[in-house]
Each structure stands twice: as structure tokens, then as C-alpha cells.
């Protein structure tokens, strides 16, 4: 199997496990408080990776604000992830998660910022992947 896709794999998989971690300390801590504890333990643990690597950055205009604005972007990625967890469960809230990244991927592909363009294969999957979150979000 390919490192690219274990590693997609294992950032599925905390991708569920940060998601339960986050509902439950929202319930306690409140969304904005827990958006700020978590932007921070991102910060830190970029900054020591940043800090540690042989690799040195170029400091572009575009660069820093394509990273702020990415910052600004996760932080209305954890508010409504973690508040649709709170009221639909996991399964739920990814499924609908998933279903709207790979329909914004499309269009996104098809805008041709990313990605090789559009196939039929590609929307096909996409649309059954779409249908099975149907089913968990139905039933």
C-alpha cells in the first residue's frame, strides 16, 4: 500500500477522533473558548515543527495570507463540526462533512484550481459516496 495512503487513511481517523474530543470539551469550555485552546495547540505544535525543520520558508505575501486565511477558514471548520457532532453523533456530522468536501471538491476541480478536471468515474463516486451519507444521516 502506498504511504500516501496510510497516511490519508490515519488523518481520517483523527479527523474522528478530534472531532468526539472536540464535542465533548465544546460542552464544557463553550465553542470559542475551545476554537482558541485548539488554534493555540496548532500554533505550538507548527511552531516546534517549523522550528526543528532543515527546511527554511520563503516569507511571500501570498504565502502568509493563503496561511492566515487557511487558519481563519479552520477555525469555521471546528465551530460547525463540532456543534453538528453535539447534535447528530459522529456518524452524522462526518457523513454530511464528507458529502459537501467532496461536492465543493468537484467544484473546485472543475473551477480547475486543483486537480486534473472532471470524470465521469470521478462524479459517479463522488454522488455514491454522497448516497451512502444519505443512509447514515436517514437511518
Known amino acids: 500500500m502506498k504511504l500516501v495512503v496510510l497516511i490519508a487513511l490515519l488523518g481520517g481517523v483523527c479527523i474522528a477522533t478530534q472531532a468526539t474530543m472536540n464535542a465533548s470539551a ?6 470559542p473558548t475551545l476554537i482558541a485552546f485548539s488554534g493555540f495547540a496548532t ?3 507548527g511552531l516546534v515543527v517549523a522550528l ?3 527546511e527554511k520558508p ?4 501570498k504565502a502568509v495570507a493563503l496561511g492566515i486565511g487557511s487558519g481563519l477558514v479552520g477555525c469555521i471548520i471546528l465551530a460547525c463540526v463540532t456543534y453538528a457532532v453535539t447534535q447528530g453523533g ?3 456530522a462526518l457523513s454530511l462533512v464528507l458529502g459537501a468536501q467532496l461536492i465543493a471538491g468537484l467544484v473546485i476541480e472543475r ?5 486534473d478536471g472532471l470524470s465521469f468515474l470521478k462524479v459517479a463516486g463522488v454522488m455514491l459516496i454522497v448516497v451512502g451519507g444519505i443512509l447514515v444521516v436517514r437511518f
Open 52 to 54: 526543528t525543520s532543515p
Open 43 to 45: 500554533g505550538i505544535g
Open 26 to 31: 465544546g460542552r464544557t469550555l463553550g465553542l
Open 58 to 61: 520563503e516569507f511571500t505575501l
Open 111 to 115: 473551477l480547475g484550481f486543483f486537480g
Open 90 to 92: 459522529i456518524a452524522r
